[in-house]
């Protein structure tokens, strides 16, 4: 998978699919924020080029995390559990185009949704 592709695959294409059959934890404004955070972070790892860093990565982690956490609180704490999970795949994902392979929860350290 590439970037690109996975821009075209974000979790919150889903969440506006939801909203529309009446999931009330989505407005136009969350989803746009989400994406506004997610395209940043894709954005933040694409300009590490070719040769990225493990801390490089986990920085750009970091910030994509905190962002979230802070969108959550403003929006009503719109991230449940099955959103927690869809944008845990997409971070960690874009970390392993990125070059970044763990094991381990990547959000986790940093995450309060």
């Given at each position: 998978?590439?970037f690109?592709?996975l821009?075209?695959?974000k979790?919150?294409?889903?969440w ?6 009446d999931d009330?934890?989505?407005t136009?404004?969350n989803?746009?924020a989400?994406?506004e955070v997610l395209?940043?972070?894709i954005?933040s ?5 070719d040769?990225?860093t493990e801390?490089?990565?986990l920085e ?5 995390v905190?962002?979230?956490n802070e ?7 719109f991230?449940?559990?099955m ?9 960690t994902?874009?970390a392993r185009i990125?070059?970044f ?6 959000t986790?350290?940093w995450r309060?949704?």
């Amino acid at each position: 998978m590439t970037f690109e592709e996975l821009t075209k695959n974000k979790p919150t294409l889903e969440w506006k699919q939801r909203m529309d059959e009446d999931d009330d934890l989505f407005t136009d404004e969350n989803i746009n924020a989400t994406n506004e955070v997610l395209d940043s972070y894709i954005n933040s790892l694409k300009e590490l080029k070719d040769n990225p860093t493990e801390e490089k990565v986990l920085e750009c982690v970091k910030k994509v995390v905190i962002s979230l956490n802070e969108l959550n609180e403003n929006y009503d704490y719109f991230i449940e559990t099955m959103e927690r999970e869809e944008l845990y795949e997409f971070i960690t994902e874009a970390a392993r185009i990125a070059g970044f392979v763990s094991e381990e929860d990547i959000t986790e350290e940093w995450r309060e949704w």
